[in-house]
């Protein structure tokens, strides 16, 4: 279980820093700035025109559709969600994605809008930004064409099924869900406590360190690279003499996988990928990390394109406001990492990943409630979900609001450190 988490770690900075390079990218772009502004307006100024008006209580229906209304508490809350979920990204360098779908669901959008919402954000993210990162790892051409053709039907077939699930029951779609999200977040964020509670006298596991150092492979590893079932794909031989062969049918199996989860979940699948390519196939992470950035792009363009925005589960007013929320956040959390202690951030970071538990586990008994599987009168169960939607976001709040402040109050530092770092380079 700890190597679990380990990769799932390892994964989730290797997504953060595409995250960072990619908000980046777009910041110091006129154009691309330029662009996102003329696609940002028509969003805010409906927003703006609209908050006097009395809108649905809810985002999505059971019917497909594209939505052109929206709540502008929902909207202004997309913004402060990217806001949020950018700073944990920057700040932490992992995780920051994880809230986005219990956090728009809290807002009031259905469950199976928000996924598609989140995925639809993560690649609108990724097409402003670079398609390719070789600074965050090699691509391998055999392991990522294998990975996106099981990828692709893995986010098929999981796209169906919450279609499927939700036209039969909306109730027990968002049910499953948060259920989902409660096993995840659960696991995550008790190994993130327990993580930062043994910091105090251990060193953490660095991404570098948890790599298999001595380059040996897993007992699982070693089995699977000695099935010789075609096609055969080489790799790593500039880390390994001669290099290493794994059948293709197997890479496949673990994008179906991911893909599957990415589509259920709504997020990008990368924490998946890293602890099945290093730990499942033996494939060094230097591949792995380039790999895998290679196919969230691809698998939240697929996922999010062919299986929720044609049925109209994607709503784009509020996916341009967490772009936007996002990118200021990224940037700042970033900044913030250089005048943070690192031990600081990762008990702020198991408690945001905690919060999110919370909030999607106290959502269950409503759920449960409005199924007819348990008898609780409706103002309990309300109350009850109602409490972790309180301890979600004041703990969020409370996580960003300390980030902001502390890059407030460290800004004469910061600005000297750069002015020092740019004298530096004329030299």
Avoid at 107 to 122: N, P, Q, R, S
Avoid at 242 to 253: E, M, P, Q
Avoid at 259 to 265: E, H, L, R
Wanted: glycine share 14%; charged share 10%.
């Amino acid at each position: 279980m700890k190597s679990l988490y380990t990769g799932l770690m390892q994964a989730a900075r290797a997504h953060a820093q595409w995250e960072i390079e990619t908000s980046r990218v777009i910041i110091r772009d006129r154009k691309k700035l330029l662009i996102l502004l003329i696609m940002f307006l028509p969003v805010l100024l409906p927003a703006i025109a609209h908050a006097g008006f009395a809108l649905p209580g809810f985002i999505g229906g059971k019917s497909s559709f594209g939505p052109s209304f929206f709540s502008p508490t929902a909207f202004y809350g997309s913004i402060l969600v990217g806001l949020c979920a950018g700073l944990i990204t920057g700040c932490i360098g992992a995780g920051g994605g994880f809230i986005i779908t219990p956090a728009l669901m809290s807002l009031g959008v259905k469950g199976i809008m928000a996924v598609g919402t989140d995925m639809f954000h993560i690649f609108a993210k990724a097409i402003m930004g670079t398609t390719m990162h070789k600074k965050l790892g090699n691509v391998h051409v055999g392991l990522a064409v294998a990975f996106l053709a099981g990828s692709f039907l893995g986010v098929t077939g999981g796209g169906v099924l919450n279609r499927a699930i939700f036209n039969f029951n909306p109730v027990l779609s968002g049910f499953i869900i948060s259920l989902v999200y409660v096993f995840m977040l659960g696991f995550l964020g008790l190994y993130a406590m327990s993580d930062y509670l043994k910091s105090k006298k251990t060193r953490t596991l660095s991404a570098e360190d948890a790599q298999q150092s001595t380059g040996d492979l897993t007992g699982i590893a070693k089995k699977l690279q000695s099935v010789k079932i075609p096609p055969m794909i080489s790799f790593d031989h500039d880390l390994t003499p001669g290099g290493r062969k794994i059948s293709g049918l197997f890479v496949a199996a673990c994008g179906g996988i991911v893909g599957f989860v990415a589509a259920i979940m709504g997020v990008g699948g990368g924490f998946l990928t890293f602890p099945m390519f290093v730990y499942g196939l033996g494939v060094s992470s230097f591949t792995t990390v380039g790999t895998d950035i290679l196919q969230i792009i691809f698998t939240a363009g697929y996922g999010s394109i062919t299986q929720y925005a044609i049925y109209g589960y994607v709503f784009y007013t509020l996916a341009m406001g967490m772009l936007i929320g996002s990118l200021l956040g990224i940037q700042i959390g970033a900044i913030t990492t250089k005048v943070v202690p690192g031990r600081q951030i990762r008990g702020f970071y198991a408690m945001a990943i905690l919060a999110g538990f919370v909030n999607r586990l106290f959502d269950l008994p409503d759920k449960l409630r409005q199924m007819g599987y348990i008898n609780l009168a409706p103002p309990v169960t309300k109350v009850i979900s109602q409490a972790g939607v309180v301890v979600f976001f004041a703990l969020v709040g409370l996580f960003a609001l300390w980030i902001i402040a502390t890059f407030i109050r460290n800004v004469p530092h910061l600005r000297a450190e750069a002015a020092a770092a740019a004298a530096a380079g004329k030299e």
